[in-house]
């Protein structure tokens, strides 16, 4: 009889989120962090990051749809965008669909979540197979010191701000992130949860703000493997807030086939509960 295999993420000393492994596909090291590629039963291949997880194949659809589509609805002509990490592809697929695009640059630090993605999980890897999409293997930091109004759009698909992805969370990087973007551009980074790690989110919160004074909204979707479910997005804005703007037209005429965002949920998705606007006061 084989015995069953469970792998737990815990989110604090007492709970956690555990999923039934079918096989171990990959597990590797870089100088900057530990990958496992997992295949589960129910939510299909996994990657983990230093044993937390980064993305399954199951819901992954909801984070990458509105980490992308968000910021490039509500910006009023898009044509250059940045990312930062987002090493599995997910992200590069979602604005490779934004056929209208100059750019798309993405600066990853680790090269071997790029393969492992391309190996494993050719569901987000498929994202470099956009012609539009140049990979740069750099660290992020250094990459926007010095960029001045280069991008309409920076988004920030990192890792919990440990280790490499630190000092995306910081205010000096926030700063050199406003330098890089033209007017009318957002930036828009993932920002943790507001019910396991607020002093992260607040950090990141406070920290962009820092940089973007009270330009700087909440947005938030619901992933069932990140901790809570509940997950936020920071936006910060140069001119005009996301939250009020959306290009109905450029919508309509992509027509994008998409599982999560629309219309609605570009909306919905500022209205914030009560005790997250608590928080972000
Ligand atoms: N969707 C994921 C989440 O929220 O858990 C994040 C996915 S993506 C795999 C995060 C990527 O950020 C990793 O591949 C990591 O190597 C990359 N990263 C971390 N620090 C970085 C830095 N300083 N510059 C560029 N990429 C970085």
Not at 36 to 45: A, I, Q, W
Not at 84 to 103: C, F, M, P, Q
Not at 267 to 277: D, G, I, N, Q, S
Request: include cysteine; aromatic fraction near 14%.
């Amino acid at each position: 009889m084989n015995p069953e295999f469970w792998f737990t993420e815990k989110y604090s000393e007492n709970c956690g989120f555990t999923f039934k492994v079918k096989e171990v596909l990959e597990t590797n090291f870089s100088k900057f962090q530990r990958l496992d590629v997992l295949d589960t039963y129910d939510f299909g291949k996994v990657m983990l990051l230093d044993g937390l997880v980064m993305l399954t194949q199951r819901d992954e659809f909801v984070y990458h749809e509105m980490i992308t589509n968000v910021p490039l609805f509500a910006h009023k002509d898009p044509k250059d965008v940045l990312v930062i990490g987002g090493g599995d592809g997910g992200t590069v697929r979602e604005l490779a669909k934004h056929t209208y695009l100059n750019s798309i640059t993405e600066v990853e630090i680790d090269e071997m979540v790029v393969d492992a993605a391309k190996k494993h999980m050719p569901f987000v890897g498929c994202g470099y197979d956009s012609e539009k999409v140049n990979l740069i293997i750099g660290d992020g930091i250094e990459f926007v010191k010095g960029k001045k109004e280069a991008y309409d759009i920076v988004i920030i698909d990192s890792t919990d701000p440990f280790g490499p992805a630190e000092g995306l969370f910081s205010g000096e990087f926030y700063a050199n992130v406003r330098n890089a973007l033209r007017e009318g551009g957002f930036v828009v980074a993932q920002a943790e949860n507001p019910y396991y790690d607020t002093k992260w989110m607040m950090r990141s919160i406070n920290n962009m703000r820092k940089a973007f004074g009270d330009k700087v909204e909440c947005y938030l979707a619901y992933i069932p493997t990140y901790p809570s479910g509940m997950w936020n997005f920071a936006l910060g804005y140069k001119n005009e807030a996301a939250s009020g703007m959306f290009d109905k037209q450029r919508y309509e005429k992509l027509n994008l086939k998409l599982r999560y965002y629309n219309s609605e949920i570009h909306k919905a998705c500022f209205a914030l509960p009560e005790f997250v606007k608590d928080m972000l006061k």
